[in-house]
């Protein structure tokens, strides 16, 4: 399989649904090509249930937490994340995304087929 390392960008504040984050994170964690890291950023305070959930993952070697102590927005949440990725290829997720299991693994496939590319998109579902 593909050889290619690569991180996870995430994003979470205090009015994301806990339970929709907790799926979105497992539904990175469960992929058949997992991440070598993944980077998520706490915008400002959150609630104890939320925190809760990100201080399980937090005990993952693979999971580095960036906490901001005030919310700043989602655009420098992002580019926070994105500025402590370790590698040159990263995935952006929301955190209210679900992949499918094979997401990550199909596009490294690409990546892998054509070092050229610089980006990789998919297609989305609302569930809503």
């Known amino acids: 399989m593909n050889d290619l390392k690569f991180s996870v960008s995430m994003c979470v504040y205090g009015k994301d649904n806990p339970e929709w984050f907790k799926s979105a994170v497992d539904s990175i964690i469960e992929q058949t090509k997992r991440p070598d890291e993944i980077v ?3 915008d400002g305070p959150v609630p104890d249930e939320l925190d809760s959930i990100i201080k399980t993952y937090e005990t993952l070697d693979f999971f580095k ?3 901001f102590a005030e919310n700043k927005g989602h655009g420098e949440a992002r580019r ?3 500025e ?3 590698y040159d290829l990263v995935a952006l997720m929301d ?3 679900l992949s499918i299991p094979t997401r990550f693994e199909k596009q490294l496939s690409e990546f892998e087929k054509d070092r050229d590319l ?6 989305i579902t609302e569930f809503i």
């Open 80 to 82: 926070a994340g994105l």
């Open 40 to 42: 998520l950023v706490v």
């Open 65 to 67: 937490v960036i906490r």
């Open 118 to 123: 610089d980006l990789i998109g998919g297609d």
């Open 84 to 86: 402590n990725c370790s």
């Open 95 to 97: 955190a209210d995304d």
